[in-house]
């Protein structure tokens, strides 16, 4: 099962807005709604940032939002702060023969 | 509030069997509603799902992993475990465990993670 496609790198200013795109297949972004994107700071755990696409947890800020197109699915940073400099993963539920869940390649976004 | 722990010896020989177990507190692991699994990270790459066990014994594993792993709940302690046979250099990782949302697959709380390093 071959992980899913991220830029390796994203940089933007402070209040910009980026995004960050996640490709798959019809076996996985394009076939159910179940992507997911985490955050992840150097020596931490991932951080759920949002799930089933575009739904965000409770504590989660609104400058961060999801949407999906056919096999890619995209995580938009709005309003970049420098505490968003991390690593951000996107995953997805999968049909293709198995794993269950297969992970984005990672993207670094930098605040420049 | 749900935390989860990750335990286990951080150096393993290479051909030595893995053993993890992952502590719940703040909530129950029989909720029908979560999976409880485990996430990997070499160092400087990317995560890699290994597998989920519901609180019935049921598991669902990475087929790359072939028939390396074991998972397994324990209700009555709370926990849940992973066992990986014959580690190598390659299976040197940050190992995570967390809540899997069943209903919209996606994990929804991490634990720390636990540093496994195989010489």
């Known amino acids: 099962q071959s992980a899913l496609t991220q830029p390796a790198s994203v940089s933007g200013s402070p209040g910009q807005s980026i995004t960050i795109s996640c490709t798959g297949t019809t076996s996985d972004v394009g076939g159910y709604n179940f992507v997911s994107w985490y955050q992840q700071h150097p020596g931490k755990a991932p951080k759920l940032l949002i799930y089933a696409v575009s739904d965000r947890p409770s504590g989660v800020s609104d400058r961060f939002s999801g949407s999906k197109s056919a096999n890619t699915a995209s995580l938009t940073i709005s309003g970049l702060q420098p505490e968003d400099e991390a690593e951000y993963y996107c995953?997805?539920?999968?049909?293709?023969?198995?794993?269950?869940?297969?992970f984005g390649t990672g993207t670094k976004v930098t605040v420049l | 509030q749900l935390q989860l722990q990750a335990s286990g010896p951080g150096l393993l020989k290479s051909s030595e069997t893995l053993s993890l177990t992952c502590s719940v507190s703040g909530a129950s692991i029989t909720s029908s509603s979560y999976y409880w699994g485990w996430i990997r990270q070499p160092p400087g790459k990317a995560l890699e799902w290994i597998g989920t066990v519901y609180h019935t014994g049921d598991t669902f594993q990475n087929p790359s992993l072939n028939s390396r792993v074991t998972l397994a709940a324990d209700t009555s302690k709370s926990q849940f475990s992973l066992r990986l046979t014959s580690v190598t250099a390659a299976d040197t990782a940050v190992y995570y465990c967390?809540?899997?949302?069943?209903?919209?697959?996606?994990?929804?709380?991490w634990g720390k993670g636990t540093t496994v390093i195989v010489s």
């Open positions: 967390a809540r899997f949302v069943g209903f919209d697959y996606y994990m929804d709380v």
């Open positions: 995953t997805a539920y999968t049909t293709s023969r198995t794993p269950l869940y297969v």
